[in-house]
Structure formats: C-alpha cells, structure tokens
C-alpha cells in the first residue's frame, strides 16, 4: 500500500500549510490521509481473510450449503470492493486537490491555499464515508444473521444422525462425520463475517470521529478569531478615549493704546 503522507502533491501541500502557519488546515488534509490508510488498512486484511476462506467453503460437503455460503461469501466480497472503491475515489480526488492547491498557492499566495483546503470540504467527504461504511456493516449483520440459521439447522442435522443410531451405522457415521466438518467451516464463516461487520463499524465511527473533530476545531478557531477581534476594537476604542487632548494655544491680548 502506498504511503499517502509520501506522495509527492499531498507532501508538498503538508509542508506548505506548515510553513504558512495554516496548522488547522494542515490537521484537515492530515486526518483526511490518516483515514485513508485506515481503510486500506482494513479492508486489505478482510478481503485476504475471505479469499483464504473461499478455499474452506469449497471443502463443505454439503451442496446446497456449499451454494449459499458461496453466496454469501461473493456478496461480502462485493461489500469490500465497495469500500475499496471509495478509497480509491477518496485519495484520487485528495490528490487532485492538493495538486490544484499548490498551483493556486505559487499564483496567489497563502490566502488562496487556505481556501484551497476548504473547497476540499473534508468533514463531509468523511461523513459520506461514514455512512457508506454504516450500510456495510448492516448489510454484513444480516448476512451473519442467515449463518446462524443455517448453522442451527446444521446443528439440528446432526441430532437426527445421531438418532439413527445402528439402523445404518455405515452410512450415518459418514454422513455425521461430514456435518461436523461442515459445521466446524460454517462457524469459521460465521466468526469471520462477524469480524468483517465489526470492521466496517469501525471504519464508519472512524470517520463520524475525525468529521465531529474538524467541525469543533472550526468552531474553535472562529470563535477565537471573532474574540481577538473584538479585544483588538475594544483596545482601540479604549486608547482613543484616553488620548490626552492637545493643548489649545495661549491667547494674549495686546495693550491698549492710550
């Protein structure tokens, strides 16, 4: 995965608003990269925990529960490219951006690149992102659901051969040991769908994180600037009120001619 703090437009961008003292734009462009490699963080690692489960889910003996984990499996597949998709929505425009900042930066000076990375509107990038990853997550809840059904009628399954008892010793004793194994590859499905929706979750409340932060640091930052404003007038109108008056020129009369 590429180090999105090393790409040659975004460090550029960091360095400037560095130097330029923009410290508050800085820490937008930084979360925003941050969570980034979050993302890809996470949905590399579900995405290669599936494909090694893929191999199990062939292993079922079962074929009608071998089907339908198998497509359950390609819908949770389905699910991360999403979310893969959307990094790679989310970092091609925040480079594009910071590529347009720097050019408006060299042409107009340090006012045009605090405006750059406002237009770049980060809060609401990360709160689509949220609510990407909060339909994903509930969409894998109800997939983990459908497991858990049907492991319950694995499970009622293997009560039944264990019924049989030595009516068909032979045929039930195989077809038990091949509903155990089934069950024990259903299980490990079911815990990973499980990890895969906390996952999701995470990556969404992630996101809900970082914009509430962005906003209250707004928020901050602009009620300090009005009040800074309001102490440097209050100063002013404070200094001209004690400005001494400066003195009026003494009036001497002339004599009298007699």
Known sequence: MEN???????????????????????????????????????LTGMLGELQ??????????????????????????????QGFSAVK??????????????????????DTLAQSVRAMKIPEALDKLSSLFHRLSKDMAQDTMKLSSMNAELQ?????????????????AKEAEHTKTDKGILSRLSRLFDKAQNGF???????????????????KVSVKENLNRYKAAAKGERQAEIQPLSPQPKITEKPKER
């Open 4 to 42: 999105l703090n090393e790409h040659p437009q975004i460090a550029e961008l960091l360095e400037a608003l560095e130097q330029n003292g923009l410290t508050k734009e800085k820490s937008e462009v930084q979360s925003l990269v941050t969570y980034i490699g979050s993302m890809e963080e996470t």
């Open 52 to 81: 090694d489960m893929r191999k199990e889910i062939n292993l079922i003996h079962n074929s009608t529960l071998r089907s339908k984990c198998q497509n359950l499996v390609q819908k949770a597949d389905d699910k991360i490219r």
């Open 89 to 110: 929505q989310t970092k091609d425009h925040l480079i594009q951006t910071a590529g347009n900042a720097m050019k408006a930066f060299r042409e107009k000076g340090k």
């Open 156 to 172: 009622s399954a293997k009560g039944h051969f264990k019924n049989m008892g030595l009516l068909l010793i032979g045929k039930a």
């Open 201 to 219: 979750a995470s990556l969404e409340q992630k996101a809900m994180d970082a914009a509430d932060k962005l906003r209250v640091n707004r928020v």
